[in-house]
């Protein structure tokens, strides 16, 4: 199987638009998260507002710039997940969300593919220049917890969130 990172383009919006559906599906019925955010924030229908306004660009007084890339699987013409890569920390990120959000859509999970999307994450980040990653999960997400520790992912707090959620948070040198 071949899994690389791409940048989404208009040859790719069936393949978002199963992906994104599947995900909403997944999210009213089992009430999951929303991560990353990135790729929900927008409505895809309107493809071109959509990849337009995907990625952050310039920053703002609450927003960094961020890039972000979809997993794909050559082999299957299929998006399995997607990553965003905020180029700095701010305060907020800084204690809750991190250098990365990812996700691997629902009828992917479990596969390992998680791991490779944050192992190539990694290189992004690398080509960045950041070099200390900072990854955060929720405590009751041991799936997370795992895919970031098989990267290198070292525990360095526990914090509680406004939500009284306890976030994990990991740091990863990259290499």
């Not at 972000?68 to 905020?86: C, H, K, M, T, W």
Request: glycine fraction near 6%; proline fraction near 3%.
């Amino acid at each position: 199987m071949t899994l690389r990172l791409i940048e989404l383009t208009k040859d790719h919006k069936e393949q978002l638009g199963e992906m994104i559906e599947e995900w909403k599906k997944d999210q009213e019925e089992n009430h999951t998260n929303h991560s990353p955010w990135a790729i929900f924030k927008n409505d895809w229908h309107d493809f071109d507002y959509y990849l337009d306004h995907l990625a952050v660009r310039e920053p703002t007084d609450s927003l960094v710039p961020e890039s972000v890339f979809f997993l794909l699987d050559d082999e299957r013409d299929r998006l399995l997940g997607a990553v965003a890569i905020r180029h700095y920390l701010n305060e907020y990120l800084l204690k809750e969300g991190g250098h990365i959000g990812d996700g691997i859509r629902p009828s992917e999970r479990g596969k390992g593919y998680a791991t490779e999307m944050i192992r190539l994450a990694l290189k992004e980040c690398r080509k960045l220049g950041i070099d200390r990653v900072l990854m955060v999960c929720d405590r009751d997400n041991p799936a997370s917890a795992r895919t970031i520790i098989n990267n290198g992912g070292v525990l360095e707090n526990e914090l509680t969130d406004d939500d009284g959620d306890v976030i994990q948070r990991y740091w990863i040198d990259v290499e």
